[in-house]
């Protein structure tokens, strides 16, 4: 019995010193999800544009929006400008909803508190981590919608 103990003893002592020298495993990558909200929030509720493009958007961006060229220099030259006009601009993510590659951002965009603001769809395609492909669709909340139900 006392050599079990000395012998299990031993292997415990063996597994925490082997548990305190590994090496730290690297983060789990980031789902895709995970990425396009980060980038969602540092770029529009945090607008830190530059380093929202530096971390998540891919070097080959392309633009779906009809009055954005492709590529990460326009919204770089784009938002920091809007922002100035509307320092208190808000946007709300409502929902998330993701499926392989795509990822689709349901939002309230509002330039001020006092404005209705408008219902954006924002669908994002990542591609080995990076952001590369961007559509959206928007509709102006009403003043008096035809049903109580809300747009989100």
Not at 60 to 88: C, I, K, L, S, W
Not at 141 to 148: G, R, T, V
Request: charged letters at 25%.
């Amino acid at each position: 019995m006392r050599m079990k103990f000395k012998s299990l003893a031993l292997c415990m002592l063996v597994a925490a010193a082997t548990l305190a020298i590994a090496p730290a495993r690297a983060a789990a990558p980031q789902s895709n999800k995970d990425i396009v909200v980060a980038f969602f929030r540092m770029m529009f509720q945090d607008r830190n544009i530059d380093e929202a493009v530096r971390l998540y958007v891919g070097p080959r961006y392309t633009q779906h929006n009809p009055y954005m060229q492709d590529g990460v220099e326009p919204m770089v030259d784009f938002f920091p400008a809007y922002f100035e006009q509307h320092p208190q601009s808000i946007v709300e993510i409502k929902r998330v909803i993701a499926e392989g590659d795509l990822v689709m951002i349901h939002n309230l965009w509002r330039d001020s508190p006092e404005d209705r603001g408008q219902a954006v769809v924002d669908i994002f395609r990542v591609e080995n981590g990076k952001i590369v492909e961007h559509w959206d669709v928007s509709q102006e909340i009403p003043e008096n919608p035809a049903n109580k139900n809300g747009m989100f």
